[in-house]
């Protein structure tokens, strides 16, 4: 991935506003472009675009928006940023957090209107560290989905999207305005597209086995849940034009993915009243804190293996998410009348995970908070038939990455910002501070939405002046 200077190339072709990434963030960043009418490229590396947002559950936490209007539930970006800020231990940048929650649940509320999404407000649980119920999905509750909405709606808005188009290098002038780019096809041939201005919709470095290493070393042998495209691109470029970065620690990880399945199985396993115990039967913390520090909580144990018990109460909960539907046509989740034939299905021993049983009952009962700092209190018993499903700990996504302004433009470790580049989603530093802790449920597709949103707006008007 290099900066190439732009002196004498002659590009192929000139799009006003050019977009890198085809997920999420790149696809609001183009729809936000085409509608102030400017002409938008999207270069999507794979042969159709899916990438990390189709890894996800596709969840969108978005505060005062209609659908929770009309469950009666009350409120605000205030809060909702004191709900991130709260989380991240107060690292994350304010104005950052004031200006994605301001425009976050205005643009979820447009992609319904303008371009037929159809949301809905996820009412039965609440997510930890979000103070109501604020996460908006599509019907099957899927990242897949998400995207490939996205992808008819930019279709039929006349965004030109071309794919198989890998970005190779990036071509800027000496002042750092980006020129152009390069692109390499699957035929090793090479296309020069010259650009007015240049978003990053990339993502992170989560597929850079080096990067991940360097800056989250707890993680650095762990499973990449995430799209091996993201290899840290953006930050590179970025970097190299001596753009700022901040928080490239933190990170998503998750606690809960089906082993050896592969498949994400949803929080709401734990936060409706369900917990984890390793491989001798045990429990080993506070699973309510969230399901992103989990991810190194669970490698630390055996094997780095960890079973999550719940019932089926709490699986008709989770069977929303066709990611869960998906894990029992697999056969991953597990289901038993007692708890002998459980542990004999976990291969886990019988005894020890009959005390735990009892005692996450007992705890449940009185509302006592137990030894690693959970509270009970409110969480229904488990009944039978019990469940169970083998998870191990993964990366997801990173969240540090390129500094931006309030237009989301990349800002230069100076102070002031690069020309025409711009940078969203997994390929600017979020509001999830500098730890895997301090990740609020949703807080990449916030970050993807809000800013590709105010990304392609800013670029689109930069052009027409």
């Known amino acids: 991935m290099s900066i190439l200077s732009a002196e004498d190339i002659a590009f192929d072709v000139k799009v006003p506003v050019v977009i890198i990434g085809a997920g999420a963030a790149g696809l609001v960043a183009a729809l936000s472009a085409r509608e102030v009418g400017q002409d938008v490229l999207v270069l999507e590396r794979d042969d159709v675009p899916r990438g990390s947002t189709a890894l996800s559950a596709g969840l969108i936490p978005a505060p005062s928006t209609r659908w929770q209007a009309a469950a009666g539930i009350v ?50 649980f609440r997510y930890p560290g979000h103070s109501v119920c604020r996460m908006h999905g599509l019907p099957s509750r899927s990242g897949g989905e998400l995207v490939d909405r996205l992808r008819e709606a930019a279709a039929h808005a006349g965004v030109d999207i071309l794919c198989n188009a890998h970005v190779i290098s990036l071509f800027a002038e000496s002042d750092g305005r980006i020129a152009g780019v390069a692109v390499e096809r699957p035929d090793g041939t090479k296309e020069l597209i010259g650009c007015g201005t240049l978003v990053l919709a990339c993502n992170g470095y989560g597929g850079n086995k080096e990067l991940v290493q360097r800056h989250i070393p707890e993680l650095g042998t762990a499973l990449y849940f995430g799209h091996e495209g993201n290899q840290g691109d953006a930050l590179l470029w970025g970097q190299a034009l001596g753009g700022a970065t901040r928080h490239l620690s933190g990170h998503q990880g998750h606690g809960s993915v089906a082993h050896p399945h592969g498949i994400l199985i949803t929080w709401a396993t734990i936060t409706e009243g369900g917990f984890q115990v390793n491989l001798r039967g045990e429990r080993f913390s506070d699973e309510s804190h969230g399901y992103s520090e989990q991810a190194a909580v669970v490698l630390r144990q055996p094997e780095g293996i960890v079973w999550t018990i719940f019932d089926t109460r709490i699986a008709g909960i989770a069977r929303q998410f066709e990611d869960f539907r998906q894990a029992e046509a697999l056969g991953a989740i597990l289901a038993a009348e007692t708890v002998e034939d459980l542990a004999r299905q976990m291969g886990v021993p019988v005894n020890a995970l009959k005390a735990t049983l009892q005692e996450v009952d007992t705890l449940k009962h009185t509302g006592a908070t137990d030894r690693f700092g959970r509270n009970f209190a409110g969480s229904l018993p488990l009944r039978v038939p019990y469940c169970a499903v083998r998870v191990t700990g993964a990366l997801f996504h990173t969240q540090g990455g390129l500094v931006v302004d309030d237009d989301a433009r990349v800002v230069r470790d100076d102070g002031n910002v690069l020309p025409n580049l711009f940078a969203v989603g997994g390929a600017a530093c979020g509001v999830s501070g500098s730890k895997a802790e301090g990740y609020l449920s949703g807080n990449g597709l916030l970050s993807a939405v809000a800013l590709g949103r105010i990304a392609g707006l800013a670029a689109a008007r930069t052009q027409a002046m």
């Open 75 to 124: 409120d605000s970006p205030e809060l909702f940023g004191r709900d991130i800020a709260a989380k991240a231990k107060g690292e994350p940048e304010p104005s950052l957090v004031k200006r994605v929650t301001e425009a976050v649940g205005p643009t979820i509320e447009w992609l319904a209107d303008r371009h037929g999404l159809p949301f809905s407000l996820i009412e039965d």
